[in-house]
């Protein structure tokens, strides 16, 4: 039995409002990657100055900027904690309407809040999701779809920043071993390239949400003629 599909727009606001000020803190983002830079600097990028305990050195300037970018970091990951709830409701809804107006597809719907969590099954399980949603929900409605290069263009950046913010966060093993610098470098290319893919997963977000508009409306006046037919 086909369930009926469920509207998708609200979410899709609060996605992209939430997604506009994760978009301008990007830039805060990034000058503080060169803020950190500036400061590690002036002490020889000394591997102490990672030390989770400030007591290990005693560097007025480096103290100050912990204090300041620890304020950032925890205001700004709260706003990165919301924005991912928010897209994986409104992504696992896209992908699930497709279920409801009877089209079949590669996984099963659980997966689209779930394959963000597997290990490596993440590195590319929601970009086919993703791309389902974004061909299947318009053949729905037309014969043909758009291109969907700019999925793949999401997909690359998110990757790429992934890969990256794990070898520049301090946690865990680095490529980079104890050399500040170098990590400094990383997270400062990472950050900027936060800023494209922010913008993309906007426009992206955006472009499907007008797909599934008129998957909605279709499939809504769809169920609606089939009442009058069978109405006497």
């Not at 990028?45 to 400030?54: G, K, Q, T």
């Not at 970018?69 to 709260?78: E, K």
């Not at 999701?129 to 758009?146: C, F, G, H, R, V």
């Amino acid at each position: 039995m086909i369930e009926m599909i469920k509207d998708n727009s609200k979410r899709s606001k609060k996605l992209l409002s939430i997604f506009q000020v994760f978009y301008g803190m990007s830039f805060i983002q990034v000058f503080f990657g060169f803020y950190q830079y500036k400061v590690w600097s002036n002490h020889g990028f000394d591997p102490i100055l990672d030390s989770w305990d400030s007591e290990d050195y005693d560097y007025l300037d480096v103290n100050q900027f912990d204090m300041i970018y620890a304020l950032f970091t925890i205001f700004f990951g709260v706003i990165l904690i919301i924005t991912g709830i928010r897209f994986i409701q409104w992504f696992r809804r896209a992908y699930c309407n497709l279920n409801r107006v009877g089209i079949n597809t590669d996984k099963k719907e659980g997966w689209a809040a779930g394959s963000w969590f597997v290990p490596f099954y993440n590195l590319f399980a929601p970009q086919q999701i993703m791309k389902e949603i974004w061909n299947k929900t318009q053949k729905y409605y037309k014969e043909t779809t758009e291109d969907d290069k700019m999925v793949n263009q999401w997909w690359g950046l998110w990757v790429l920043c992934f890969i990256l913010d794990n070898q520049s966060d301090g946690i865990g093993s680095s490529f980079f071993g104890n050399d500040l610098e170098a990590q400094s470098v990383i997270s400062i290319v990472s950050n900027i390239l936060w800023i494209p893919l922010t913008y993309t997963a906007i426009k992206l977000i955006k472009k499907v949400s007008i797909f599934e508009k008129e998957m909605y409306e279709k499939a809504v006046t769809g169920k609606e003629n089939q009442s009058d037919e069978v109405t006497f």
